[in-house]
């Protein structure tokens, strides 16, 4: 699931201002906090530069918390045996922070290639380690939510990213509890967007995106 810049040139902007929603459009002077409570470490990496890092947790879904302080360019490829992009997971500029999840898709990641001009740390825990959605939550860049609950109505609203001409990429899947296979796409849009998809029982969400958003879900 390539996305960020390489599916954004594809994809018309459709940028529509959403009602009450206030942006910033300053750059932080600092990574936001981590996004979720984490949980054991499984393998860590980081540098201040472009890398490309070998993963050690070969085949099993991981979650991957990923900060970058530098002020410039940041962009995280997930890639495939032979070296090649499997997935864009970040491509944004400036201090940011954010969650990842990969191997979830019968896709196995044997490296991340780095691109980045400030320090950076990538943590790999296991999807146990996904913050649970009581009910409804706020996220300011991409993350993994657990779902434990029956068949309800998702709510999502994506903010956009004021720093990027189209408003910034939103793009929502769910997968099996274990992280072990694709179940739907909740959502894939451009800029500003607010709508409603079903989810049909406990799962884990994965957004994907480069600007604030949010979830609740009314139950059955």
Wanted: charged residues 20%; aromatic residues 6%; glycine residues 12%.
């Amino acid at each position: 699931m390539k996305w960020f810049q390489r599916d954004r040139e594809e994809r018309p902007a459709g940028v529509v201002p959403l009602p009450g929603v206030v942006k910033s459009e300053s750059v932080p002077g600092q990574a936001p906090p981590p996004l979720g409570p984490g949980g054991p470490v499984l393998q860590r990496i980081g540098g201040d530069s472009d890398q490309v890092a070998r993963m050690t947790a070969l085949a099993e879904p991981v979650v991957l918390d990923i900060t970058h302080q530098g002020r410039g360019h940041f962009v995280v490829d997930a890639l495939d045996a032979g070296l090649r992009s499997l997935s864009q997971l970040v491509y944004t500029d400036g201090p940011f922070a954010c969650r990842a999840l990969v191997n979830a898709d019968d896709r196995t990641v044997r490296a991340l290639r780095v691109q980045a001009d400030g320090p950076w740390v990538i943590d790999a825990t296991g999807v146990s380690s996904a913050s649970v959605l009581n009910g409804a939550a706020r996220c300011p860049a991409s993350n993994v939510l657990r779902y434990e609950g029956g068949p309800g109505i998702a709510s999502l609203c994506h903010e956009g990213d004021p720093r990027a001409e189209d408003g910034g990429y939103f793009l929502v899947d769910t997968f099996e509890r274990d992280g072990h296979g694709f179940l739907d796409e909740l959502a894939n849009h451009v800029g500003p967007w607010r709508g409603e998809a079903p989810l049909t029982g406990p799962c884990l969400i994965y957004a994907r995106s480069d600007g604030p958003w949010s979830i609740s879900v009314q139950p059955l």
